[in-house]
């Protein structure tokens, strides 16, 4: 498959950066932005949609929303 990158710019609260830098660093990763790529990859092609974005898991921790 082709690579076909763009950049986007994104809001994380400061722990999820953190987390996403530290998932990188377990898994050999080259950057967050990676580890990003495999979290929206595995969604795109194994996760269920509904279940993700089901009310009761659509949440912000940060904001109680």
């Not at 377990?26 to 194994?46: C, E, G, I, P, W």
Request: hydrophobic share 35%; net charge negative.
């Amino acid at each position: 498959m082709p690579k076909d990158k763009v950049s986007v710019t994104l809001e994380l609260e400061r722990d999820q950066a953190d987390w996403l830098n530290s998932i990188a660093e377990q898994h050999n990763l080259r950057d967050q932005s990676k580890a990003a790529r495999v979290l929206v990859d595995y969604a795109m092609t194994d996760g269920d949609s509904q279940l993700i974005f089901a009310r009761e898991n659509a949440r912000c921790l940060h904001c109680g929303g």
